[in-house]
């Protein structure tokens, strides 16, 4: 199994949703978080203070999926958020051993859905 | 990005010019007051000079006004900025509040150089469609009682109706909310105020107008606090904004909710609040036509917002709090031009009409229309206030008012000179809106770029971000 | 899911119903007022007919009248609103939100339709126990001044009072908030605002109330500006309220803190702000005895915030924001009796007591008693609206108002008086009201489902949620 | 932990006696009243008793005055916590909030207890420094007229005095925020109201101060509503407190921007609302020269915005919200002391000044000098301030009041007064809050710990939290 | 080592906390995030635009453990965390091949507590 | 690649980031989280109802990097954010076997800069 873990666009999440849904992806997580990366983050100015603003405001999804779903995970992020701009953000893919569905107890595979 | 600076630096010359002459010409305006002797300029301030207009100040109807003109102020800042600004998405909220402080800060200058003279001075021409010049810069508008208030002093009266002028524009951000740039925003809403809010406030309410109940040789359009010139011009001036700059961006499948309900409800109470002043102040008085006016105001805001909120659990399934408050501004809206003029009965009618009609166009037909209203400027103001103004033409009773009766008390040809200022400001302020649009957008572009609306107004056009996320 | 929303739907029919019943009398009334002929019926608004009673008309009263009618106002909506909102969690702040509007709503209908003529009406039987309906619909209620207000409009008064029935109601929202049904709430308040409310009102303040200093002939409880009529009787309700509803899930060790403190000081900021209308506008004139309201209630608030600051101070280790604004919360209501009738010493005490007492009550006995009054409702108002009623009766000098003297002004006989008044207010509002909650709960089930309290009022009651946590 | 709560234990102790003998001196007080015979000590609140004085009072007047009071009271609960509050950290904005309130609190009781008796009490030695004890506790201060209020209850003047008496020390909070700890915050402000604030109140304002207008025999400085008194005052007192605190760690490189614009927009928006009672209000009466203060304060209040945000365009490429509001708080300040004494043109000459010297010292001056004034108390207040007065005797012109005149009037002696009453009132601020803060840190230690700083005043100071982030 | 992440029902933060306590693990980082999962969010409704309401507020807990404790953390959230309602979450298990303490510098196992 | 995991103290972030800069790592994810540590929180009060107040508000840096670059982020961030108290925080390095740019579909090492 694998935890994917995508950081994208705010404005894309919703499409990204429904791409993941299209895959029959429904379980996921979502975090509102800041990034830096090459995209430059417009600087702010408080009475004449300016601040480098370097942090902008991205979502990050957390996946976790059999591995038959990895891949529709990739393209689905990868079909809805990118805009071929600067920004667009990065999916990490992690190793995920064990999984445990809280409600049933039940572990792995089956838990993971 | 540079390029973008630079040709927006290109404004503050000619807007540095702009200013100074302002400055010239206000200091020369008090000169001249000065040069032709104080007396006569600038009507005696001092009790002792003329004891009869002094002694025709009345305390009590002062007190109100100046009362009435701070809720009027607190309308708009922070009212109807929270009211608003609740409602867009996190990364324009501060856009919509800075919307608002800057109409009121360049509205009420404009006001004070001309639009005070424009809207309420003598009527230019005789044919009651603007006023002249002779009150620019406030010239003989004094501490004594004026032309339209017997009781209080002339400079109340024009500060309480500069808080008019200053709502009506901030009434239209909900209809381009999210997405225009800022300085042509500026741009249009100072010529907007000037052109199209000016003339209208004038034909309804100055001792000329063509439409005025002031002026014996008009057809009496009965406003008693602005249903026509606040809330008809606002609201169809909103309509042009939406249809003229486009939808948002992933509207309306993709908008997020509102991203503060507790500030959209602050500020309904404060409109709500600051609405007892706009209605009620509108008596000029301190008597019981100003106690008719606040009792029918609020009797047919909690109409209005009862009768939507049962709308809403009728057609949506459950009452919402965005519904009650929505529906008390639209009933609030409804009222304005009716609180001089009916009873309790008429302001419970009023009201549930302003809870059902806005809210089917808002809930039913615009989504089938599909144009982008982001904040429902026109499907509350307009809607809203053209119901209010064919209302009054309804429900309007001598029990109130003697000489001003509608047609459920005998007299049609109330409800027909209605229709006819509704018919007349809605092609007026459609029609020049647009037209002003097209010509602000020629120079400047209105429309915020596609990297600005995807990044937000507050970042893009004020180097801001509302809320720290990691302090 | 279904079942209940069809359990709802069936309510909307009768809902409907009512709503048509209700404005066939509003229409109806207005209609007999005509066929009565305007001057009798509907009392001339038309000065030159009554000479006497216009010239009555006081503009600077009026102006204060109107003023403090606006402030009361704010109070509820949205100064409780956000008090109490900011305390709850945030999936239920809504909730609380959506009370107060609804409240605001749905009782100032229910005062012009009957709870003014109920309260304030004319004595039905002569027994003190409630008005007759005459002035229902305000049918009779008018511009030119009342038998309540010999200097302001009729309408005035009537409207100031029905800002009194609106926030009471809406006091008691702190008792049942984050686990109570929305339209069960909405039934309740209507018949809490009518069966308890109107009655004690009409009790203590009418001209014919048999605890009333209008009336002559009865024992005169001194209220000034609502210390049985709104706190006690609101606090007892709310202790009802509390009881019978039973504890939130979790309670009391899983409790979050209040979702957003600064949204409680607004709200606090408001509510004091408003209560200057409260009080000082209680004198009904703009005079020396709304002055010494006003003095006195602003000097007990600060006193009781900063008793309560120290109490925290000593038992909890530090001085709290939360403590403050209780405390200058319970110092307002604890001053709201006896507004009109102590001086700056007796305000001290007032406060100071309204520091301690509810404090001891809230921090110390409360938690023994282990039922779950969500934001103090009792603590605060009933507890604190005990302690001022009581406190009238000791601390009343003839220096405020001559007529008027409390147990350490010599007249031990107004102190009886005071506690049987209070007596009488508690139990009445709490067997009322509990057989109130038993009879609307037979019919609609009060409590919050299980799963409903979980994911919040919010969503489940509105379908809505306040912020947005991603945009 | 332990160590520091048991240092701070021992001054329960002290403050339970100072509570003590308050009250005891507050009944004393009001014994004497009564021994003396009500009609002499407290001069009679019955109208029969002294037709002529009574008789005097102007409900209108009245009206205007309690309702500028309400005004002036949200200005600082809940406008100027909301302003400072939304500008500072996550983690301070309770303490922030908390000690707007707390000063709310004490300095209410400490102007009813000594502060209005020092202030405006008879001249103590004639000298003009300051007041008698013989109001102490308001003996003597009733519903009927005073001696400053020939219209308007004793009562009323008094606690409309109270609430500048309270915005002024909370203003400084600006300039300490989120440093400072509570308890010697609460020593210093007390201490800072009696021996700072109440002398330059009687010096400017009492009948007998020495550059007060009222004394015949004293040097007359203008200042309508505060320009010294408030502004300059505070302002130089915040300078002394940034100073002597030192820089917040991090400053100005690693500081945060303000966690909540928003809620510093709703803060401004009630400063700018609430200072329509503070500037026209101080013309204690609801007439032409009110109307006057209110019209000039608007219009300096928009210039300033305006120009504040042409000046972030210019500088800083784009205009911003917390500029437009930051200037609109200058203009305030600014037109302050002039609002009863210019017009128009003059109000926009101030409000231009207020919007380009602010900017300059807040955006160029302060961070060359390097001092952390945390919220710029002092470029706002201090600098504005002493605009402002400067100002007024510039622009003062006899067409508001025909006695008052400016240097442009042909007046170069006002000028000179103007310097000379800002130069003392800078020195005396800035010098005697410097000896303050230097006592009160020798006892007490005013600068929060290293750790508190880091964790946050909310909650090392009054374990509390803000906002929830899970619930 | 083990890096442990569980996503629960906000109300039952409290509890899953104090269960991991008695186990003696004292160390979690948290964070407010929103899911999608089995359980329906409920449909919300703003001026009758309907919004599908699909994410819900969920807590996720991070806690890094040593091997031995790696059953008694899923065990107290387990304990803890379960209604047998549909929302209950899931628990995620990641390897862990190096921690260190920012404080002391020190890594490992003997960082991890 | 390895996908570096940090809690720091919220006043160190600015640090942290200027730190990571110069060593030439720009991109990272952040967010506002809530800890529980050794760090013992500050009781809280409301009405006289204490609060344990156990979870203080921290911050998580999520920062992927190749190989190289780990070294070199941890030092950044132990010399940015250790200031000798409890509370300091941890960082966790979990392997990080894939990544994809979004932005342009590359995956591992190229993308992950
Ligand atoms: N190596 C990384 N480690 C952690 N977060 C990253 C990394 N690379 C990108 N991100 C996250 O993705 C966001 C977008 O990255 P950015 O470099 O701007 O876009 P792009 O991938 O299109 O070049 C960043 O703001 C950051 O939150
Ligand atoms: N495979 C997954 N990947 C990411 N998050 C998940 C996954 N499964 C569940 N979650 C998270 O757990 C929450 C609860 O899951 P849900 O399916 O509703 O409960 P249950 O496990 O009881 O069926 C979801 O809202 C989501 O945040
Ligand atoms: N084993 C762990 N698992 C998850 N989070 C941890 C762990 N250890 C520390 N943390 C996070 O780091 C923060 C600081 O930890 P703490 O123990 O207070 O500091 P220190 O490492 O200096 O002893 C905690 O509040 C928590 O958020």
């Given amino acids: 199994m694998k935890y994917i873990i995508a950081i994208i666009q705010p404005d894309k999440l919703e499409d990204v949703l429904a791409k993941l849904e299209e895959k029959e992806i429904h379980l996921v997580t979502v975090t509102s978080v800041m990034g830096r990366g090459r995209q430059k983050g417009i600087a702010e100015v408080y009475r004449s203070h300016k601040e480098a603003g370097s942090l902008l405001r991205k979502v990050k999804?957390?996946?976790?999926?059999?591995?038959?779903?990895?891949?529709?995970?990739?393209?689905?992020?990868?079909?809805?958020?990118?805009?071929?701009?600067?920004?667009?953000?990065?999916?990490?893919?992690?190793?995920?051993?064990?999984?445990?569905?809280?409600?049933?107890?039940?572990?792995?595979?089956?838990?993971?859905? | 990005m540079k390029v973008k600076r630079n040709c927006c630096n290109k404004w503050i010359v000619p807007a540095l010019i702009a200013s100074a002459a302002f400055f010239l010409i206000a200091v020369s305006?008090?000169?001249?007051?000065?040069?032709?002797?104080?007396?006569?300029?600038?009507?005696?301030?001092?009790?002792?000079?003329?004891?009869?207009?002094?002694?025709?100040?009345?305390?009590?109807?002062t007190a109100w006004l100046l009362t009435s003109t701070a809720l009027v102020f607190i309308m708009t800042a922070p009212g109807l900025a929270l009211f608003y600004g609740g409602l867009v998405r996190r990364k324009n909220v501060l856009s919509v509040l800075m919307q608002c402080m800057m109409i009121m800060c360049l509205v009420s200058l404009q006001w004070v150089a001309l639009?005070?003279?424009?809207?309420?001075?003598?009527?230019?021409?005789?044919?009651?469609?603007?006023?002249?010049?002779?009150?620019?810069?406030?010239?003989?508008?004094?501490?004594e009682a004026g032309p339209y208030s017997a009781t209080v002093p002339h400079l109340a009266f024009m500060i309480f109706q500069a808080m008019f002028a200053v709502i009506t524009p901030a009434l239209i951000i909900g209809a381009f909310a999210e997405r225009i740039r800022f300085l042509p925003f500026c741009v249009f809403t100072l010529l907007w105020a000037t052109l199209v809010y000016d003339p209208v406030a004038h034909w309804v309410w100055s001792t000329g107008g063509w439409l005025s109940i002031l002026n014996p040789n008009a057809g009496a359009a009965m406003d008693f606090a602005g249903g026509t010139v606040v809330h008809i011009n606002a609201g169809m001036?909103?309509?042009?904004?939406?249809?003229f700059l486009g939808k948002r961006k992933g509207y309306p499948s993709k908008m997020s909710p509102p991203h503060n309900l507790p500030f959209a409800v602050i500020g309904a109470g404060m409109l709500w609040f600051g609405w007892f002043g706009f209605n009620a102040g509108s008596a000029l008085a301190a008597n019981g036509l100003a106690a008719n006016?606040?009792?029918?105001?609020?009797?047919?805001?909690?109409?209005?917002?009862?009768?939507?909120?049962?709308?809403?659990?009728?057609?949506?399934?459950?009452?919402?709090?965005?519904?009650?408050?929505?529906?008390?501004?639209?009933?609030l809206v409804a009222i304005t031009p009716a609180s001089g003029f009916v009873d309790v009965t008429g302001s419970i009618c009023i009201g549930a009409g302003?809870?059902?009609?806005?809210?089917?166009?808002?809930?039913?037909?615009?989504?089938?229309?599909?144009?982008?209203?982001?904040?429902?400027?026109?499907?509350?103001?307009?809607?809203?206030?053209?119901?209010?103004?064919?209302?009054?033409?309804?429900?309007?009773?001598?029990?109130?008012?003697?000489?001003?009766?509608?047609?459920?008390?005998?007299?049609?040809?109330?409800?027909v000179m209605q229709v006819k200022a509704?018919?007349?400001?809605?092609?007026?302020?459609?029609?020049?809106?647009?037209?002003?649009l097209v010509l602000v957008n020629a120079v400047f572009k209105l429309r915020a770029g596609e990297h600005e609306e995807l990044v937000g107004l507050d970042l893009t056009q004020h180097k801001e971000t509302a809320y720290t996320v990691i302090d």
Same sequence: chains 1, 5, 6.
């Fill in chain 2, 422 to 436: 509704v018919a007349v400001t809605i092609v007026w302020a459609f029609v020049l809106t647009y037209v002003l």
């Fill in chain 2, 293 to 331: 006016a606040f009792v029918v105001t609020h009797v047919a805001t909690a109409t209005a917002g009862l009768t939507w909120a049962i709308m809403d659990r009728i057609f949506n399934g459950k009452p919402t709090v965005l519904g009650v408050i929505t529906g008390a501004v639209a009933g």
């Fill in chain 2, 29 to 61: 305006a008090s000169m001249a007051d000065e040069r032709a002797g104080l007396p006569a300029a600038q009507p005696a301030s001092q009790p002792e000079a003329q004891p009869a207009s002094a002694s025709a100040i009345n305390s009590g109807d």
């Fill in chain 1, 61 to 113: 999804l957390e996946i976790a999926v059999n591995e038959a779903f990895v891949q529709p995970a990739i393209d689905a992020i990868l079909g809805a958020a990118r805009s071929d701009n600067i920004g667009d953000g990065k999916i990490f893919v992690l190793d995920l051993p064990r999984v445990i569905r809280i409600r049933t107890g039940e572990e792995g595979t089956l838990a993971i859905g």
């Fill in chain 2, 115 to 143: 639009g005070y003279a424009l809207s309420f001075g003598a009527d230019a021409g005789g044919k009651g469609v603007i006023g002249t010049l002779e009150w620019a810069f406030l010239k003989g508008v004094g501490q």
């Fill in chain 2, 237 to 243: 001036a909103a309509l042009a904004c939406a249809l």
């Fill in chain 2, 354 to 415: 302003a809870g059902v009609i806005p809210w089917l166009f808002v809930g039913i037909i615009k989504p089938r229309l599909g144009y982008d209203d982001s904040l429902d400027a026109f499907g509350v103001h307009g809607i809203g206030g053209i119901w209010g103004a064919l209302a009054t033409g309804l429900f309007a009773t001598p029990a109130v008012q003697k000489d001003f009766k509608g047609l459920f008390f005998g007299n049609p040809a109330q409800f």
